[in-house]
């Protein structure tokens, strides 16, 4: 039998409210919160976290990386490839992307449900609209995860595929030219009538195949950009009420492309052995799925002590985060692009965070050496990856002069646990809360976009008593 | 294997220092011409009376062209060389070994740097972003690591940590008024130092020293031919550096409160001018006071005071103008602002004017007891990571 035998969720640590833009720009705007990807992420490094969490434990490695978003970080370059870079995975695994729409999630997750080896679909999205309209308001960011490969014994497959079914049409209901910062879509009414027929016809299919009723399901869940449709089809559906999914949008926003995935590792975090939970993704047509949860013990996503987020973004940070508010920078030189053939050489250590140890006395280099800096042993390393193990601050500061995305920069001196010095820059943090002693664990960020190049590489954030 | 020292068979005979400052209307060359001509006319010699060259500069040229061409230097040798922060002093120590071998009969160790052409604030960059991995802080950020740690360390709470940079601000600040020709000529009161805009960390602008434009130089002749130039002559006691294995960055066992390589540097000095307790036989010292808790730790680690006090010392004023050891009496780094290639040079001159006698207001009352000695110091790099020189001078040589 082959299924998920792992999967994870990443939310970003900003949540935006709603009532925020409305006081800012005199607005309408609904009431609660959208998460909202901090300034040193995007679609490639919330993938990443999703793809750690989902591998986490995983008695499997992937032979193949399926990665779908809205919004990739780079056209006519793979983004899969630093996604399979920092996750480690061997130079024998497959990685590609399936981007540019919403369904793209659908096609990563059939790709790596199909493929003849442990397989990850990676779903990721980061979601915008021009200032004061309803895509900035009910968009959000996150990503999710799911590992599939067959049920061997330390890879229990804890939720298996039963069914699938699609409807396709082809009509403008929501649609962005290449480089525009924001989407465009026709008459709301117009996609309702055309996406409600598609739902219900992919839907019914799926419960056919599966041989269930509707009021079968234990969960239901509905997730597409068009939110009058999906309510639509979710109510119409005769699951029983208390099975239909939250549709997270108080919380998280529509997250595009890993909004279905969001909601189903959050079904999963929840099921029990033997329920049934069907997907319907409404985008650009209608594909439906449907799982049956295994007795499998499962490594929960946490989705739901996710949601609340970690700190408020106002609205003016979030503006400029988002490219729409273009800050003075400090009177320093400008940012310079990483070097493509130095980037080459560390990929190890850049991407997938991997120091040495030293064979002769044990110590660890981050980044690696070929001198021990303890013994002075020449070429005795081994590779060591630190991106999970956690670290204390040992001295920290605020650099206000320094250029960042986002000003201040906050960089501290890191000890890991169990040996290892690394100074780094931290994200996701208060500036003014930072001590020496706090705790912190390492991320997958996007530094700096200089020269057109992305500078990833990984930062420190505070583990918050985890 | 040691640093065996040339002590005293070299002497300084003449020296010149620009003022520094935003000379908008001075370049490069223009600086190297002013300090190597008042070099030249207080040796009493020519250009070409100079057999050799050692130029220091990080940003503001490359080769010996950078000074041949202004000067016109008919064909000697003329090395450009750097070594971050220190390289003024680097400079000096290889003119210096240059007239020691005998190569030479007469040499010329300058610096300069343009800084303010740059437009920045701050000192440009000077790496290449490499993989994209280091974090991209700036040199203040880098320094400010100190204070947190060294606070922590010793107990302290971090507002009297800030009362003790302010106090060394002030200080420096206090003696720069009394140099024409510093950067900044102004005494600056306690609270404007505590309350100046942070930078990073603790630091405001007041505990970062300027940027600015400056150049100075040094004419080196052997010992036995220095009196006839001058009468009193500066003999070199000590020249040492050393480069660090950078180790801190990444070693859990360096805890941000010294400099390893300024204990090296400092304790190789000591060794080759003999001197067994700086803080009582030195007359002044001018160490690289980049940020005011750089200074606070070079206290400890140049042996002025001991581990986890200078911060005390720095409060009951043992190291102001009229305290115990003189610290930074032309007013330091932060009354001179730091172009990278004089600034080693720039000390070397405030030496040469206290021992000499000529230092006007700011002359130190213990060269006229007695104190015969005087310490330069630079570093460049950053804590953990640094290349550190010390040098010693005397107005006698040793008996």
Same mark, same amino acid.
């Given at each position: 039998?082959?299924?998920?035998?792992?999967?994870?969720?990443?939310?970003?640590?900003?949540?935006?409210?709603?009532?925020?833009?409305?006081?800012?720009?005199?607005?309408?705007?609904?009431?609660?919160?959208?998460?909202?990807?901090?300034?040193?992420?995007?679609?490639?490094?919330?993938?990443?976290?999703?793809?750690?969490?989902?591998?986490?434990?995983?008695?499997?490695?992937?032979?193949?990386?399926?990665?779908?978003?809205?919004?990739?970080?780079?056209?006519? &370059?793979?983004?899969?490839?630093?996604?399979?870079?920092?996750?480690?995975?061997?130079?024998?695994?497959?990685?590609?992307?399936?981007?540019?729409?919403?369904?793209?999630?659908?096609?990563?997750?059939?790709?790596?449900?199909?493929?003849?080896?442990?397989?990850?679909?990676?779903?990721?999205?980061?979601?915008?609209?021009?200032?004061?309209?309803?895509?900035?308001?009910?968009?959000?960011?996150?990503?999710?995860?799911?590992?599939?490969?067959?049920?061997?014994?330390?890879?229990?497959?804890?939720?298996?595929?039963?069914?699938?079914?699609?409807?396709?049409?082809?009509?403008?209901?929501?649609?962005?030219?290449?480089?525009?910062?924001?989407?465009?879509?026709? =008459?709301?009414?117009?996609? =309702?009538?055309?996406?409600?027929?598609?739902?219900?016809?992919?839907?019914?299919?799926?419960? &056919?195949?599966?041989?269930?009723?509707?009021?079968?399901?234990?969960?239901?869940?509905?997730?597409?950009?068009?939110?009058?449709?999906?309510?639509?089809?979710?109510?119409?559906?005769?699951?029983?009420?208390?099975?239909?999914?939250?549709?997270?949008?108080?919380?998280?926003?529509?997250?595009?492309?890993?909004?279905?995935?969001?909601?189903?590792?959050?079904?999963?975090?929840?099921?029990?052995?033997?329920?049934?939970?069907?997907?319907?993704?409404?985008?650009?047509?209608?594909?439906?799925?449907?799982?049956?949860?295994?007795?499998?013990?499962?490594?929960?996503?946490?989705?739901?002590?996710?949601?609340?987020?970690?700190?408020?973004?106002?609205?003016?940070?979030?503006?400029?985060?988002?490219?729409?508010?273009?800050?003075?920078?400090?009177?320093?030189?400008?940012?310079?692009?990483?070097?493509?053939?130095?980037?080459?050489?560390?990929?190890?250590?850049?991407?997938?965070?991997?120091?040495?140890?030293?064979?002769?006395?044990?110590?660890?280099?981050?980044?690696?050496?070929?001198?021990?800096?303890?013994?002075?042993?020449?070429?005795?390393?081994?590779? =060591?990856?630190?991106?999970?193990?956690?670290?204390?601050?040992?001295?920290?500061?605020?650099?206000?002069?320094?250029?960042?995305?986002?000003?201040?920069?906050?960089?501290?001196?890191?000890?890991?646990?169990?040996?290892?010095?690394?100074?780094?820059?931290?994200?996701?943090?208060?500036?003014?809360?930072? &001590?020496?002693?706090?705790?912190?664990?390492?991320?997958?960020?996007?530094?700096?976009?200089?020269?057109?190049?992305?500078?990833?590489?990984?930062?420190?954030?505070?583990?918050?008593?985890? | 294997?040691?640093?065996?020292?040339?002590?005293?068979?070299?002497?300084?005979?003449?020296?010149?220092?620009?003022?520094?400052?935003?000379?908008?209307?001075?370049?490069?060359?223009?600086?190297?011409?002013?300090?190597?001509?008042?070099?030249?006319?207080?040796?009493?010699?020519?250009?070409?009376?100079?057999?050799?060259?050692?130029?220091?500069?990080?940003?503001?040229?490359?080769?010996?062209?950078?000074?041949?061409?202004?000067?016109?230097?008919?064909?000697?040798?003329?090395?450009?060389?750097?070594?971050?922060?220190?390289?003024?002093?680097?400079?000096?120590?290889?003119?210096?070994?240059?007239?020691?071998?005998?190569?030479?009969?007469?040499?010329?160790?300058?610096?300069?740097?343009?800084?303010?052409? #740059?437009?920045?604030?701050?000192?440009?960059?000077?790496?290449?972003?490499?993989?994209?991995?280091?974090?991209?802080?700036?040199?203040?950020?880098?320094?400010?690591?100190?204070?947190?740690?060294?606070?922590?360390?010793?107990?302290?709470?971090?507002?009297?940590?800030?009362?003790?940079?302010?106090?060394?601000?002030?200080?420096?600040?206090?003696?720069?008024?009394?140099?024409?020709?510093?950067?900044?000529?102004?005494?600056?009161?306690?609270?404007?130092?505590?309350?100046?805009?942070?930078?990073?960390?603790?630091?405001?602008?007041?505990?970062?020293?300027?940027?600015?434009?400056?150049?100075?130089?040094?004419?080196?002749?052997?010992?036995?031919?220095?009196?006839?130039?001058?009468?009193?002559?500066?003999?070199?006691?000590?020249?040492?550096?050393?480069?660090?294995?950078?180790?801190?960055?990444?070693?859990?066992?360096?805890?941000?409160?010294?400099?390893?390589?300024?204990?090296? #540097?400092?304790?190789?000095?000591?060794?080759?001018?003999?001197?067994?307790?700086?803080?009582?036989?030195?007359?002044?010292?001018?160490?690289?006071?980049?940020?005011?808790?750089?200074?606070?730790?070079?206290?400890?680690?140049?042996?002025?005071?001991?581990?986890?006090?200078?911060?005390?010392?720095?409060?009951?004023?043992?190291?102001?103008?009229?305290?115990?050891?003189?610290?930074?009496?032309?007013?330091?780094?932060?009354?001179?602002?730091?172009?990278?290639?004089?600034?080693?040079?720039?000390?070397?001159?405030?030496?040469?004017?206290?021992?000499?006698?000529?230092?006007?207001?700011?002359?130190?009352?213990?060269?006229?007891?007695?104190?015969?000695?005087?310490?330069?110091?630079?570093?460049?790099?950053?804590?953990?990571?640094?290349?550190?020189?010390?040098?010693?001078?005397?107005?006698?040589?040793?008996?």
């Amino acid at each position: 039998m082959r299924g998920i035998v792992g999967y994870g969720a990443y939310l970003p640590y900003g949540r935006l409210e709603r009532k925020a833009i409305a006081e800012a720009l005199g607005s309408p705007a609904g009431p609660g919160t959208r998460a909202v990807a901090s300034y040193d992420e995007d679609t490639t490094s919330l993938g990443v976290e999703a793809g750690r969490a989902a591998l986490r434990g995983a008695g499997v490695v992937p032979q193949a990386l399926y990665f779908a978003t809205s919004d990739p970080a780079y056209l006519d &370059k793979t983004n899969a490839t630093a996604i399979h870079a920092a996750l480690d995975l061997p130079a024998s695994a497959f990685a590609v992307d399936v981007v540019g729409s919403v369904r793209s999630a659908v096609g990563a997750m059939r790709a790596a449900r199909d493929a003849r080896t442990p397989a990850l679909a990676v779903l990721s999205d980061i979601r915008t609209g021009l200032p004061g309209g309803a895509d900035e308001r009910d968009g959000g960011d996150g990503a999710a995860a799911f590992l599939f490969a067959d049920d061997a014994p330390d890879a229990r497959v804890v939720a298996e595929p039963v069914a699938a079914a699609s409807a396709t049409a082809e009509f403008l209901d929501r649609w962005r030219l290449p480089g525009e910062p924001a989407s465009r879509h026709w =008459e709301e009414r117009f996609g =309702e009538h055309a996406y409600v027929p598609l739902g219900e016809s992919a839907l019914a299919e799926a419960l &056919k195949q599966a041989g269930v009723t509707a009021p079968g399901l234990a969960r239901l869940i509905v997730a597409g950009p068009h939110g009058r449709a999906v309510k639509r089809v979710a109510a119409a559906a005769g699951a029983k009420k208390e099975a239909v999914a939250d549709d997270l949008a108080a919380t998280v926003g529509n997250a595009g492309a890993a909004h279905a995935g969001l909601m189903f590792a959050g079904a999963l975090d929840q099921a029990q052995a033997d329920d049934l939970i069907a997907v319907v993704s409404l985008a650009d047509g209608a594909d439906a799925s449907v799982w049956r949860v295994t007795a499998a013990p499962r490594r929960p996503a946490g989705v739901s002590a996710r949601l609340a987020g970690g700190a408020r973004v106002s609205y003016p940070t979030f503006l400029a985060w988002r490219g729409f508010l273009k800050r003075e920078p400090p009177r320093r030189p400008d940012p310079q692009p990483p070097e493509a053939p130095a980037a080459r050489r560390s990929e190890a250590w850049k991407f997938a965070f991997t120091g040495s140890r030293c064979q002769a006395c044990g110590a660890r280099h981050l980044p690696p050496q070929r001198v021990c800096v303890k013994c002075h042993a020449v070429d005795r390393m081994a590779p =060591e990856r630190l991106a999970d193990v956690p670290a204390t601050i040992a001295t920290f500061t605020v650099d206000r002069l320094a250029f960042s995305p986002s000003p201040p920069m906050v960089v501290a001196v890191l000890d890991f646990e169990g040996g290892g010095r690394f100074q780094s820059e931290m994200t996701d943090v208060d500036p003014s809360a930072v &001590k020496i002693g706090d705790r912190v664990g390492m991320t997958f960020r996007r530094i700096v976009t200089a020269g057109g190049v992305h500078n990833y590489f990984w930062k420190a954030r505070p583990l918050h008593g985890q | 294997m040691a640093s065996n020292g040339i002590r005293d068979r070299v002497a300084i005979v003449g020296m010149g220092c620009t003022s520094f400052g935003e000379h908008w209307d001075r370049g490069a060359s223009d600086l190297l011409v002013d300090a190597a001509g008042e070099a030249l006319t207080s040796a009493g010699i020519e250009l070409r009376h100079v057999d050799a060259f050692w130029l220091g500069t990080l940003f503001s040229g490359q080769s010996g062209l950078t000074l041949s061409r202004p000067l016109k230097i008919d064909y000697k040798p003329v090395s450009r060389l750097e070594n971050y922060c220190a390289t003024g002093s680097e400079a000096f120590r290889n003119a210096c070994y240059a007239v020691a071998s005998g190569a030479y009969d007469v040499a010329m160790a300058i610096g300069v740097e343009k800084l303010k052409d #740059s437009g920045y604030s701050g000192l440009p960059n000077t790496r290449s972003a490499g993989d994209g991995t280091a974090a991209a802080m700036t040199a203040p950020a880098m320094f400010s690591l100190l204070a947190p740690a060294y606070a922590k360390k010793y107990g302290i709470e971090a507002g009297q940590l800030k009362d003790v940079m302010t106090r060394i601000a002030w200080k420096n600040h206090r003696n720069g008024a009394l140099n024409p020709r510093a950067q900044f000529r102004k005494e600056v009161p306690k609270e404007t130092i505590a309350c100046s805009p942070l930078v990073a960390g603790p630091l405001g602008i007041f505990d970062c020293s300027g940027v600015s434009d400056g150049s100075a130089a040094a004419i080196i002749v052997r010992a036995e031919d220095a009196r006839r130039y001058t009468d009193k002559p500066l003999y070199v006691k000590a020249l040492s550096f050393v480069a660090g294995p950078a180790a801190g960055p990444i070693d859990p066992d360096y805890d941000y409160t010294t400099f390893p390589e300024v204990i090296a #540097s400092a304790a190789d000095a000591y060794a080759q001018a003999g001197i067994k307790d700086a803080r009582q036989e030195l007359a002044m010292a001018e160490v690289h006071d980049c940020f005011t808790p750089t200074e606070l730790v070079l206290m400890e680690d140049l042996g002025f005071s001991a581990r986890g006090t200078a911060w005390k010392d720095v409060l009951a004023g043992t190291f102001d103008l009229d305290g115990e050891l003189a610290v930074n009496p032309d007013g330091g780094l932060k009354s001179f602002g730091h172009p990278i290639g004089a600034s080693g040079l720039r000390m070397l001159f405030e030496c040469w004017l206290q021992l000499r006698g000529e230092a006007g207001k700011r002359q130190i009352a213990s060269v006229g007891r007695g104190r015969k000695l005087a310490l330069t110091h630079n570093l460049g790099g950053a804590p953990g990571e640094c290349v550190s020189f010390v040098g010693v001078v005397g107005s006698e040589p040793s008996a």
